[in-house]
Every structure is written in structure tokens, then in C-alpha cells.
């Protein structure tokens, strides 16, 4: 496995998964806290509220990425620690709690990534409409410089949205995440104005911070089908290649939508859509962070399939095709490491103006629990690990822009609907006490950051 010498390998987390401490500090109320609360939405009736601590524990995660060797760590911002009602009152100790982070993050050498959102809404932005009203465009904006005022001195990497997909069609489409609405119409806004308000909040961010970068965390993945001579179900790829992989990508980078989803979405688009939106959305990536867990499989609907929702589901019908392969993730998902490496492919020949790829979370859920002697033999999480970076590397090795792989999670966590039930994490997390053990993915994960590094001081060393 070689990686071109200066790439960054790193870990990722999100504000809601991990830091607790629920809302002391000021932190306001967000989506996910009322979601939570409400019955039947999360599984075991989990809650962020005190995840793991890492609120007050940030130091001693910071020593176990030093442990591990990492060179970045991806991190997000919780908007209602920062603005805890959403609008213009700031809460100061927010900002002191992201600026120790950051602090101790340099002190130990490690390189920040900030997301502005990952998924914790301001209730009282939600309450007015959240991501499917247009308002919202100018708040995140707002938010964003905020942020860049406080912390670009220090971070120069930004994802404004992570997985604006998920904002728009898990959280306003089927509502398995908050708020929970479940309104096709709430799904295209919402789309559409993720892809405004990534576009507003870079340009806003780079006038205040001319030096920043700027990106998107977009979950990606490549679809396949079962048969390729059916027309209707190479429509329907199109179709969600479109929703998926292409929405924020040819938003961000040509100030377009993919014509035949734009045009499947009819009046629910045109009605949101007003002139020069499009101009707003366009600010061409600095960086694509490409979320990758694996591929689809899609087919077509059964008569008998009822859909989830009125007007159907993403709101193309469709299920998954009956050869969805094995081994599954503790999630259900497959294990498709091959995907990873043709898509990175497929976005160096499809958007050749991106010149700087990372993936920014890739990762499996596994159950594992320290044995007897306290190790956690988490064989899988391996086996994913060492796979998905081997497509990296070679896609790397054949031309992909690719400059860094983090690796998602590096602590168990919450896992939105799903509660603490599915653990990511090549920390495993003792939710009762907060022990934090290494799991042996991550013994393998720090084996192969060192490797690379020697291999490059080596090769450094016979220039001389
Ligand atoms: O835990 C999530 C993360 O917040 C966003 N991307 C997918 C992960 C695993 O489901």
C-alpha cells in the first residue's frame, strides 16, 4: 500500500455524536435534541446528551490521536454552542470550547478540519422552516463568518455541509433524522438550499479569511444495477445519481443542477428556485470530501411495494436489487471496497476541475467489545480498513487527486437513529464509565501511518 508521500491520514468525528455535556456552557436546544426526545424516533430512546463527554474529555482524545499517530482530525462545530437561539446572540463559551480544541490540536501537531454543520440545527432556526425555508441561507452564512472570524487564524481547512443529502432527504424526505418532517416538497427546498448556503458561506467565509479552503462532505456512492439493457432502471440511476452524487457537485462547481433530476423535481424546485440561486450555489470546491461506506444496489419497484411515503420514496421508487452482496456491515450495508477506488476514478474523469479529493469518513459498524484481557478483536473493522485504504492508494497511484483518508469514527458514538446500539469507532467508548480502549483497527490504522512515514523519511534520506 503507498500513498503519495505528503498525504494526511486523519479521523473524523461530529459535535452531536461525541461531546455531551448537553447544555451547559449555553449551549442552545437543537433538532436532534427534540428529535431524540420524542418517542419511537432513536433507537433505545438514546440521546446526545452525554455521548462521550468529549466535551470535557477533548484533551485525552487529542493523546489518543497522537497515539495513533494521525495527522489531522475532522471535527464539527455545534452551531447552538456558538449561537444558541440562532440568531445574532452569541454565547461565548462555545467559542473558548472550540478554541481550547483547536489549541490543543496544534500544541500536539495535528491538523484541524472544521465542518460547520453536521446535522445539529438550532431548534429556533427550525421552528421558522429550518433547511427548507430560504432564510436559513443568509443565518448559515452568518454562522460561517462568525466561525472564520473566530478560528481561520488557526484552521484553514472548511466543510461548510457534511452529507447535505442526508440534511435534506433524511431529514425532510422519509424523516428517519430530525426534525423528522416527512414532505417531498421540505426535501427539494431543502436540497436547494444547501446548495445555496454552501456557496453563500464559502464566499462570505473567503472575504473575511481570504486564505481559507473551502469544501463539501458529500456521501457518495456508486450505484449499480442489476441488469444494464433495462431502460427503466438505468433511468431511475440517473435519476439518483442526480439527487445523490451530482446535486451539490455540479452545484458547487458549474453553478448547475443535474438536468434530468432538476427536471423530475418539476414545480417542487421551480417553485423555490428564484433567478440567480444558482450563481449564489456556484463557488467551486477548494477540496471534494467524499463520504464513501459503499456501493448501491438499486431496482425497481414491485407493484407490491408500498412507498414509504406519499409520492414515494427519495421520491423516486425503488428498492434494493436482489443482489446486494455479502459480507454486510453490523448497519447491513456491503462490504465494497472496489466501489471506493472507481469512484474516486469516476470523479477525477467526470468534474476533472477538482483538484484536491479526501475522503473524509469511511468506516464500518461493528459490534466488538474488549475481551477477557481487555482487546478488542474487531477482525472486520480491519479487513473494511485495510481494504477501503488499499482502493485509495490505488487510486492514487492512477492519477486521483486524492491527498487524504480519515477515517470515520475515531470514537464509538452516537449514531443518530440508531442510538449507541452501532459502534463505528477504532476506539471502542464504555459508555458507563467513558473508558477509552484502542481497538485493534486502530493498532493496524497507527501501523499503517507509520509505515508510510518511514517510508518516506527512507526514501528523503537516500536523496541526501
Ligand atoms: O455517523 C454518520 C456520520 O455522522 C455521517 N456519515 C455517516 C456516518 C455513519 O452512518
Redesign the pocket.
Known sequence: MKFPNDFTFGVST?SY?IEGNGFADGRGICIWDTFAATPGKVADGDNGDVACDHYNRYKQDIALMKELGVDAYRFSIAWPRLFPQGNSHREQRGFDFYNRLIDELLANDIKPLATLY??DLPQSIEDLGGWADRSIVAKFTDFGIAAAEAFADRVTDWITI??PW?VSWLGYGNGVHAPGRQDLDAAVAAAHHTAMAHGAASKAMKLVAPHVRTGLAI?MTTYRVEDEADKNLTDLRTLMDGELNRWWLDSSMYGRYPQATAEAFGERLTKVLHDGDLEVAHSPLDFLGV?Y?SDSFLGLPRPEDKPAIEGGLFPFPQRASGDVPEPRTD?GWPVTPRGLYDLLVRIKNDWPEITDIAVT?N?AAYPEEPNAEGIVEDDRRVEYLVSHMNSVAEAAADGVPISAYFY??LLD?F??AEGYRKR?GIVHVDYSTQKRTIKKSGYVFRDLIAEHKSSCMSLAESRV
Do not use: L, P, T, V
Open positions: 461530529a455524536q453536521h446535522w457534511n452529507e442526508c456521501n463520504n461506506y448497519m469518513e468506516g470515520w469514527s458514538n449514531e443518530w463505528f
